[in-house]
């Protein structure tokens, strides 16, 4: 349904990244590099929950001699983030990282940002050009907001022209800001100017309560306009809830095949007659562990519930004292409603054989 | 930033909605409304919340006459949510309701949908025309997902013509469906055909969990595009949490000014040498209270901490050992990491004071 919008395709390792290809889900690690065991045991539930790259810091020597024990012990490319030194994204590329990513506004010797493309090249590793709007502030801190967008735009145009001239371009695009506006309007702006992929970000968005919802709207609103091929969900909490996030706004809007099964529950409201929340979340205990998409619906009334169910490979809809349970849109079963959960377990059970 | 799109204003009660007013953001009572002492706690505690209009359920004649006792005793409009019955519709509307939620597809008579017109129209009251598509969908059992928006709008077309042929204008038109493309491919066609005011919402997307990642999408992307006036979010779960998610996705575009302070936090990464994600939420309780939009960063190193402080009221930015507070962008105090806390709380509370 979504058109998305047509890229060259970039190589990270295994990874193909482009309009070709699936969006590719990110996460980065939270521990420090040097605490190899516990960095593997991260990159492997990340994988496990769905990431496909996985990024790392490694701001010292021992973080990058880290990286390289790490790249051994797990099955997926992983990123090395790069922040003020050449010699660590040299480090990391010969080490065998898959992608770097980096800032060129923090590499201060114009010199430094050739070497690391040429090794980039020679290894055939992807880079990101990962500007954000934090790291350019101090420049723009008397900028009036209006215009950070268009600096940001301009310092991208500057940056990718650095590298076209040394004709490489496994290159991936981000500008990140921990405004929504901004990261629109911005990622709206290089999606125009450049074919290259962009990896969608919003960035500093705090904790989970606070950083789920702009996050959704963020990227929901670029990914449904068709750009994005590469995204990372960033929440001041567990990494793997950053994936299984990506995952839900990919979902949504039918960019990524989900198979978890999805629980449809209407809101309900003075029409319904019973404690149809508590049902639902009791419903939800039996759907873990099932494996495949089935779609689930629990509905309060005749209003909307028949026709959830047609829908539904499994539905529930209540009336007073009754429960209708519909399989694939048919009425299979009205049962008593101190009956109703035992029957819907029953119809579930069966999908965990 | 957002330019919305053009509406005629509709009035409910005291409430005007269309774009030349802000979002007006709703939700939805969902106890018995024969309940009501808990009834008039529960509006009163969304208005609180940032509810400027509620719907309550009027199935039978007893909820309607309870509709008008709970009128008695709230200060914000109420909306009656109509479904089958015009005697409930035009029962409501005599009793005082600001507006009335009708999907004329399930009042079998034409005729009734007539009358109802004209008590609304007498009574100066508002209509929102609400197609769900879950209600429709026995029509459409067979009819391929593809085909599902065409027939909405086509029926939202059929809806509207007998609205106008009664020359009745204080219209809002809602399309609902549980499926994110179709809610926004539908909304967009009806923002291009009609100038009434749009009611947003995704509907049935089930527990908080579940809903609130693509409701925000869904809305998100609408809401960027200038289209909505009014929004819902429905959450299987306590509506209180509805009215702080609508808030959020109306906050996170600039089309809601919210009083609470907001709290940046990086998502932390091996660069990251003390445990900020705790902190930022000892700062997040600090923060309760507070009834002014203040702006607080809590960021783990050097590469955007500076930044973020630049745009920042407070800001912490952690270094090894060592923590710098800023305010308003300018350093004020480099303390060691065990005092940091502390520190960052006399900032804070001088602004509870």
Sequence with gaps: MIKRRKTVTVTAGSVKIGSKYPLVIQ???????????????????????????????????????????????????????????????IEAIEAGAAKIRLNPGNIKNKND?????????????????GINEASIRNLLRDTPKRHRTNLMIKKMQDYVQIFEKRRFNN???????????????SNQAIAEKFDYPIHLGLTHTGLAEDAIVPASVALGTLLQQGI??????????DPVQEVEIAKQILASLGLYKSREPQLIVCPTCGRCQWDLIVFAQRVKKLLKGIKEPLRVAVMGCVVNGPGEAADADIAVC?????????????KIATVRQDRLFATVRKEIWRYKL
């Excluded at 521990?31 to 996985?54: H, M, Y």
């Excluded at 695009?173 to 629109?184: C, H, M, P, Y």
């Excluded at 994005?228 to 909490?237: F, H």
């Design 27 to 89: 996460s980065m690690v939270k521990l420090p590099t040097t605490d190899v065991a516990r960095c593997v045991k991260q990159i492997n539930s990340l994988s496990e929950a769905g990431a496909k790259l996985v990024r790392l810091a490694v701001p010292t020597r021992n973080d990058t001699l880290a990286f390289a024990k790490i790249l051994q012990k797990v099955k997926i490319p992983l990123i090395a983030d790069i922040h003020f030194s050449a010699e660590r994204a």
């Design 113 to 129: 940002i050739n070497r690391i493309i040429d090794c980039a090249k020679s290894h055939k590793v992807a880079v990101r050009i």
């Design 171 to 185: 290159i991936v695009l981000s500008v990140k800001s921990s405004d929504v506006a901004r990261t629109i309007e």
């Design 318 to 330: 209540a009336a007073a004292g009754k429960g209708f349970i519909y399989k694939k849109g048919k």
């Design 228 to 237: 994005g091929d590469t995204i990372r969900i960033s929440i001041a909490g």
